[in-house]
């Protein structure tokens, strides 16, 4: 069989340095092909010369056995290769119907025969989105689906996703890989990017694993496991150390936190618990279960009911945060869930982003940038948690999904903190760089901090946390030591 799409002895330089090279690379119709590898082993370039996004500067790309070499996306889209990136590329303010034929309007439209058109497209695809909506008031997955929807009506016969799943709900998960069977039912050729391992295994029909930019091994997936694809991509043995379980709890310090019957509108209700200096307290909960909601209250992302909102006390003084900057002030910081959202400033350098944790820290006392400084700090702290960057003054987003939640991580501890609360810190992050936060979450609880580690992966919690949390239904209804649970019991307590 020839391949639909084929790479040979693919190589891409930046300033001399290549990101991907002497790459062999194909895809066959109707084949799910998983392209799995840690931050900055190339997988995005690679899919991005594939997209028309960047050119090769040697080594050759077929399409039906036909060389091409595309120039912009617009090109590659007419050969029938489009890319679904993690961060949607639809606007927010118009419809569905509107995004799924923008570029493809005729010279007069009409809008009710754009939403009858959509109505029926979708429905072809089984796909139950509202065209009238606009995508803002979506959810992740009818967002997904609208990209898959586009991708499809512009009679693409190779998707390429780049870390799909990183925002979905386990269910809304399930309802994406069954999109993507019926794809390949319909002979569309899939390439799937995953830092979630286990979702390359169940999805793909073959794998194929980079490191430092160069093609490892490409292989059927029955051949895999996770502890093989591990190896292949960091070149050792790391899944076993990476989630071993934590053996020996630290004993609990002082108490540094301590919420009584919190309320927040029907996210948080009457939640009480508390939080020690010298421990890692893990939070584990399924979605909705207010986790995340209970904590952002904590460090005055969100505001607490104003009348029976219930008594936070931190230090063993009552405080109510309205905003983040007081909290930060006193001594707590929230390490995002969704870094590119609301974790750094996409186009501003590393160096001025870290710097900029250490103005808010100072806020009222400082109102000017001191160059210097800003240059000293940023290389103090890029060199502390091993950033990678091509230099201090690299804008964040060009760096990998990993470096870019060090940086966000730097921003915070810079700040000095006696409570850090990581809400998801690994999440849409590689297996090196997994071990690298790991090992940052570790250090600070030895060094006295009171760290909070909230994250729907069980192994992670198992791995990290002296103390577990349960949440429920918008308040913490067990908790365990470490040594004494397993999965099991941590489960039927976040369901029943």
Partial sequence: MTPI?????????????????????????????????????GKST??????????????????????????????????????????????????????????????????RAIYIAAQQFLQSLNFNVDPTLTVAALGAAQKQMVEIARAVLHKARIIVFDEPTATLTPEEKQ????????????????????????????????????RDGKKVVTDITANFDRNRIVKSMVGHQL?????????????????????????????????????FAGQITGVFGLVGSGRTETFKVVAGVLKRDYLHGGRILFNDKPVRYRIPAPAIAQGIVYVTEDRKVDGF????????????????KLRGKRSWVRKREEKAVGEEWTKSLNVKAVSADANVIELSGGNQQK????????????????????????????????QIIRQLADEGKAVVVISSYLPEVLSLADRILVSR?????EEFANKDVTERDIMYASIH
């Fill in 175 to 210: 309802h994406f890989f069954h999109l993507i069977k019926d794809l390949k039912e319909r002979g569309v050729s899939v390439i799937f990017i995953s830092h979630a391992l286990e979702e390359a295994l169940e999805i793909s029909d073959r794998i194929t694993v980079l």
């Fill in 407 to 438: 940086v966000v991580i730097a921003k915070s501890l810079i700040q000095d903190p006696e409570l850090v609360i990581f809400d998801e810190p690994t999440r849409g992050v590689d297996v090196g760089a997994v071990a690298e936060i790991h």
């Fill in 345 to 360: 400033f996409e186009t501003m350098g590393v160096s001025r982003n870290i710097y900029a944790g250490l103005l808010a």
């Fill in 5 to 41: 799409l084929e790479l040979r002895q693919a190589t891409k330089t930046y300033a001399g340095v290549p990101a991907i090279e002497g790459v062999d690379f194909d895809l066959m119709p109707g084949e799910v092909h998983a392209l799995v590898g840690e931050n900055g082993a």
């Fill in 239 to 275: 899944s076993q150390e990476l989630y071993g379980r934590n053996t020996q709890a630290r004993p609990p310090g002082k108490r540094v936190l301590s919420v009584q019957n919190l309320r927040m509108g029907t996210m948080v209700r009457n939640n009480s618990f508390s939080i």
């Fill in 473 to 477: 239904q918008g308040k913490i209804v």
């Fill in 46 to 111: 690679l899919t991005k010369v594939m997209a028309g996004v960047v050119t090769l500067n040697s080594g050759q790309m077929l399409i039906d056995g036909q060389p091409v070499d595309f120039r912009t996306p617009l090109e590659a889209l007419a050969a029938g290769i489009a890319m679904v990136f993690q961060e949607t590329s639809l606007v927010p303010t118009m419809t569905v119907a509107q995004n799924l034929f923008l570029g493809q309007e005729k010279f007069i439209n009409r809008l």
